[in-house]
Nanobody
């Protein structure tokens, strides 16, 4: 049973930073691509960033240069460092795991397992 537990959300002023973390259990974490998605009210869930088992990263254009995804295979965690936050980054952020063994360059396309989500609010 795969479990993903996010932490680190909250309220931050525009221009500020937050770091989200996700702890994974029940999977051979080091073999799986991981991702962060977000969903704002009235909008579809969208991919923010993903990372392959080998550390290859992929970002949405809207967050490139501001967000950084990273993973620690020894601790079964994936993190999202968010800098220069904007009000439009306000959303519920979800950690996701792709169970396919796509190799070290595979950044994921079939995210099947999800965390419960953590709220990020960017407002003055």
């Amino acid at each position: 049973q795969v479990q993903l537990v996010e932490s680190g959300g909250g309220l931050v002023q525009p221009g500020g930073s937050l770091r989200l973390s996700c702890a994974a259990s029940g999977s051979i974490f080091s073999r799986n691509a991981m991702g962060w998605y977000r969903q704002a009210p009235g909008k579809q869930r969208e991919l923010v960033a993903s990372i392959s088992s080998g550390g290859i990263t992929n970002y949405a254009n809207s967050v490139k240069g501001r967000f950084t995804i990273s993973r620690d295979n020894g601790k079964n965690t994936v993190s999202l460092q968010m800098n220069s936050l904007k009000p439009e980054d306000t959303a519920v952020y979800y950690c996701a795991l792709d169970p396919r063994s796509g190799g070290i360059y595979y950044t994921g396309s079939s995210f099947t397992y999800w965390g419960q989500g953590t709220q990020v609010t960017v407002s003055s």
